[in-house]
């Protein structure tokens, strides 16, 4: 039980993640097609990462979190460095 209210948690947060990334986005992109690219390669990553996580599980509960959870993971790298610009003020790259 402990370890549902544990991987609860951890999707929250990863979905949190994930939306910062997508939100922040747009304001440290130059052009559609960049931001096009960028949202691509990070929707593809994290299916693929959520996939191979939620296939570790036999439970739907487990699976469905662990996908969360994998998803939102690879939006980490890009929370942490658009969170990095803006603290720096940079603008769109």
């Known amino acids: ?13 990863a979905v949190a993640a994930a939306a910062y990334a997508h939100l922040r986005l747009p304001l440290f992109t130059a052009g559609a097609t960049k931001l096009m690219a960028a949202r691509a390669i990070l929707f593809g990553l994290g299916i693929g990462c959520g996939y191979v996580g ?16 994998g998803f939102g993971v690879v939006h980490l790298p890009a929370c942490g460095i658009l969170f990095l610009k803006r603290q720096r003020g940079e603008g769109r790259s």
Do not use: C, D, K, N
């Open 1 to 13: 039980m402990l370890w549902y209210l544990l991987a609860a948690i951890a999707a929250t947060l």
């Open 54 to 69: 939620a296939q570790m599980y036999r439970e739907p509960a487990a699976s469905v979190l662990a996908f969360i959870i």
